[in-house]
Nanobody, 125 residues
Framework: VQLQASGGGLVPAGGSLRLSCAAS????????MGWFRQAPGKEREFVAA????????HYTDSVRGRFTIDRDKAKNTVYLTMTSLKADDTAVYYC???????????????????WGQGTLVTVSS
């Protein structure tokens, strides 16, 4: 499975941006896909996840209500729509995909076997 992330860029605080993650190869309805981010000097952290089959979504508290994760099954693509962006949202955003994870594991990197290359989001204050 290959993941191609795109959509990053420079945006002013309060602005919006939509990231895309296109999956190719041997995808599965049992997939879950997620977004993580890594700010300079910090560890990679969970942002949001979605189960491919059910569309159920999960968010970290700091983005809930501002970010939305959804998927387009026909395009094998997951999106992260980010609104009300803050300077603290500045990071490299990575998309990941995995199989058959229990709910509690979706928040951790080990539940994701495949990773995209990352896309940089810079929010100017």
């Amino acid at each position: 499975v290959q993941l191609q992330a795109s959509g990053g860029g420079l945006v002013p605080a309060g602005g919006s941006l939509r990231l895309s993650c296109a999956a190719s190869g041997r995808t599965s309805s049992s997939f879950h896909m997620g977004w993580f981010r890594q700010a300079p000097g910090k560890e990679r952290e969970f942002v949001a996840a979605i189960r491919w089959s059910t569309g159920s979504t999960h968010y970290t508290d700091s983005v809930r209500g501002r970010f939305t994760i959804d998927r387009d099954k026909a395009k094998n693509t997951v999106y992260l729509t980010m609104t009300s962006l803050k300077a603290d949202d500045t990071a490299v955003y990575y998309c990941g995909a995995g199989l058959n994870a229990i709910l509690s594991s979706l928040y951790y990197q080990y539940a994701y076997k495949y990773w995209g290359q990352g896309t940089l989001v810079t929010v100017s204050s």
